[in-house]
Nanobody, 123 residues
């Protein structure tokens, strides 16, 4: 059984920072790429960032470039999303996901998903 468990979401003021964590368990993820997506209220799920499990490459959505950083700790089987200079439009449920093939930006490429963690940015 593969499990992805997100944590770290909370209410924060605009301009503040948060770090989300995604703990992976159940199998070896060395062949998987990991990603963060988010889903604002009433909107579709949006790509945020992706990283190869070994951290050799990263990709970011245009709306978060320069503010968010994705990283991984293989020893802990954990992926992080450091979010700086948060804006009210960053408010969403943030999901961690894992894939072994397909487009890094497309949710349908991802085989495993966490339950999500709520991030709320107040103005």
């Amino acid at each position: 059984q593969v499990q992805l468990v997100e944590s770290g979401g909370e209410l924060v003021q605009a301009g503040g920072s948060l770090r989300l964590s995604c703990a992976a368990s159940g199998r070896t993820f060395s062949s998987y790429a990991m990603a963060w997506f988010r889903q604002p209220p009433g909107k579709e799920r949006e790509f945020v960032a992706s990283i190869s499990w070994r951290g050799t490459w990263t990709y970011y959505g245009d709306s978060v470039k320069g503010r968010f950083t994705i990283s991984s700790d293989n020893a802990k089987n954990t992926v992080y999303l450091q979010m700086n200079r948060l804006k009210p439009e960053d408010t969403a449920v943030y999901y961690c996901a894992a894939r072994d093939s397909g487009s890094y930006e497309s949710p349908i490429s991802y085989k495993y998903w966490g339950q999500g963690t709520q991030v709320t940015v107040s103005s």
